[in-house]
């Protein structure tokens, strides 16, 4: 499966922005998915990951209640909203796919996912 992902950008401390991830080349609905996040000279870090069928979702602790990780598998597109960003938020975004069965969990751990996105540079300003 291809992935692209949308929607970084510049925004100030305590706005909002909706990161898209479309998918393509195979079932969408086949795949968990995750979003991650880097800053250059650190490791990637998980953000959030959401079930094949989007009932389970995990959220990385810093970002509970701000971020809303979904999916439209009729569309083929992931999404994750972002309110009430902060500097510490400024990173590369990263949506990514893992195959999994339908009953399973969506993994946190980079290393269990197959297909990633390009990445899509989000930058808070204080």
């Known amino acids: 499966v291809q992935l692209q992902a949308s929607g970084g950008g510049l925004v100030q401390a305590g706005g909002s922005l909706r990161l898209s991830c479309a998918a393509s080349g195979r079932t969408f609905s086949g795949y968990a998915m995750g979003w991650f996040r880097q800053v250059p000279g650190k490791e990637r870090e998980f953000v959030a990951a959401?079930?094949?069928?989007?009932?389970?979702?995990y959220y990385e602790d810093s970002v509970k209640g701000r971020f809303a990780i979904s999916r439209d598998n009729a569309k083929s597109t992931g999404y994750l909203e972002m309110n009430n960003l902060k500097p510490e938020d400024t990173a590369i975004y990263y949506c990514a796919a893992d195959r999994i069965i339908m009953t399973a969990v969506p993994s946190r751990v980079p290393e269990h996912y197959d297909y990633w996105g390009q990445g899509t540079l989000v930058t808070v300003s204080s």
């Open positions: 959401i079930s094949r069928g989007g009932g389970t979702t």
